[in-house]
């Protein structure tokens, strides 16, 4: 474990091979780490500079009389191998290689001696061919996509390192936060495995999401996925067989058949996302709302066809909907016009307006037959989209107020124009996740009950050994 807090939570950073010349990947990384505001020290390793970007220079890793934690490697590939045998005389702890051309252009020989010369030192390696390793609460951007994510309660380990930049960009647009990022390319050394064990004492992880294209060593990491304390998500690829073809070339892993992998993730109690908006979805829900412990699902709209969508996407996510008992249909009509219906999906009309959501979702969820709540909303000329999600969050807290209401997760579908979108930020930013589709929304909570069953499975198994 003190080598992977080395590797991922360093108190030092060497970079070997950092550059001056702005567009080297040897310069950007610097730069992350100085725009990061990591506060440890930074060296940078380059044969002829005595500065770059703020920080003295040294010609090797072998001059410096301070420790170091971390190497990041952005050395040509031939040079690789003489940096990792300097890192380890230096007492390193981990190693990031950054650069491309190993294991995945089949100079396997290469890769192999890397990672044995690191072990003879006690060291570990991430990558090669990765963009590098991020951590929020440390302020460590030790890679080369330009900034830190989101700050949120998850972290993602991806096998793509494009994926993983272009992923750390979009949390800012998504309203998905992260607290670390791990590119993992050829995992030559460190697998899922090993981060997946390290995230789960991860005191500032939640929940734990994956891009995977192969394993190598599947049925370790079906045993870690199950020993772990915390929610696991992910998305597969290279599931068809020109798509398995194309994950050998990408990061040279082996990608397998869909149905294996799916089979090998349910016995691993891992939750799998369907692409990647769904693994964000996921994650966002994961990060925000407890699991959901029954099977009785809510949904509170006031527009009839998304009530429908939403409908059949229960049934299709494995929480199909049941009407709701006759007490409640009774106390519910109240809350709506004549015409509206208190059945399930609970339809207030769209004539309903504010009054009735926060009457409905207050009152639903303090019902014990009540599991989980979905709450939609079409956008109308008589209602204002930020009134409706203020008002949503107002009648949540309400019934937070109840213990009957507590560990019921609430997911929100908003379907409108520029104000509905202000309003689904404004929800996220509060704790409630927010989709633009219904099937979304419902989508989610699915998961949330998979993710119980899964759980009472697992404490059932225990109990009868
Ligand atoms: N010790 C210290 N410094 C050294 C050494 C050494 N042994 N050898 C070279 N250097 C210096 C160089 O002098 C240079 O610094 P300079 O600009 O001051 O001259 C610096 O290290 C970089 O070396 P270059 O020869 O300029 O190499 P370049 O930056 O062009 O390429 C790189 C190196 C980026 C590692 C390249 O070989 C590579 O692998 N690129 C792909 C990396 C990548 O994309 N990885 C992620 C894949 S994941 C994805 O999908 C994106």
Redesign the pocket.
């Known amino acids: 474990k003190e080598v992977l807090d080395g590797l991922f939570r360093p108190k030092s950073v060497a970079v ?6 702005p567009g ?3 310069y950007s990384v610097v730069e992350a780490l100085n725009n990061g505001k990591y506060e440890g020290p930074i060296y940078p ?5 005595d500065e770059i970007l703020g920080h003295k220079a040294y ?2 890793i072998l001059d410096l009389t301070g420790k170091v934690d971390l190497a990041v490697i ?4 031939k ?1 690789v191998l ?2 990792v045998e300097e890192c380890g005389k230096a007492k390193v702890k981990g190693i990031s290689i ?4 190993f294991g995945e252009i089949g100079d396997h020989e290469t890769e192999n001696a890397i990672v044995e010369t690191a072990h003879r030192y006690g060291m570990r390696v991430l990558g090669p ?3 590098g390793s991020l951590s929020n609460s440390d302020k460590l951007n030790a890679s080369f996509a330009p900034t830190l994510p989101l700050p949120g309660d998850a972290s993602l380990i991806s096998q ?4 993983l ?1 272009a992923l750390d960009a979009g949390t800012y647009l998504r309203g998905v936060g992260f607290d670390k990022l791990f ?1 993992l ?1 050829n995992m030559a050394d460190v697998d899922f495995s090993d981060i997946i064990e390290w995230l789960d004492q991860d005191e500032r992880t939640k929940c734990i999401s994956l891009y995977i294209e192969g394993l190598k060593d599947g049925r370790r990491f079906v045993d870690v996925c199950k020993k772990a304390s915390k929610p696991i998500i992910a998305l597969k690829s290279g599931v068809s067989a020109h798509g398995a073809a194309a994950a050998a070339s990408h990061t040279g892993s082996l990608a397998g058949a869909a149905k294996v992998y799916g089979a090998a993730f349910e016995q691993a109690g891992i939750i799998q996302a369907q692409d990647l908006n769904n693994l964000f979805d996921l994650t966002q829900a994961f990060e925000l709302q407890p699991p959901m412990k029954g099977d009785h699902l809510l949904i509170v709209t006031n527009g009839g066809g998304v009530g429908v969508l939403a409908t059949d996407a229960a049934e299709r996510y494995g929480i199909p909907l049941e009407f709701c008992p006759a007490d409640l249909q009774a106390e519910m009509k109240n809350y709506m016009p004549e015409f509206g219906s208190a059945k399930n999906p609970v339809d207030i009309t769209g004539g309903a307006g504010l009054e009735g959501y926060k009457k409905c979702i207050a009152f639903g969820l303090q019902q014990d037959w009540v599991d989980g709540l979905a709450v939609l909303y079409c956008e109308t000329a008589m209602t204002n989209p930020m009134e409706i999600a203020q008002g949503i969050l107002e009648a949540v807290h309400q019934a937070e107020e109840n213990e009957a209401s507590k560990g019921k997760p609430v997911a929100v579908s908003f379907v409108g124009g520029e104000h509905t979108a202000e309003a689904m930020r404004y929800l996220i930013d509060h704790g409630i996740p927010t989709y633009d589709d219904p099937a979304r929304a419902v989508n989610v909570l699915g998961g949330l009950r998979q993710y119980a069953r899964l759980q009472e499975a697992k404490a059932n198994s225990k109990n009868e050994d």
């Open positions: 070997i091979g950092a550059s001056a010349t080297k990947i040897g390793i380059n044969l002829k500079a010609p090797s952005t050395v040509p590939a040079f003489g940096s950054i650069t491309s051309g061919n990765i963009i793509s390192g494009a994926l930049i590119s390319g």
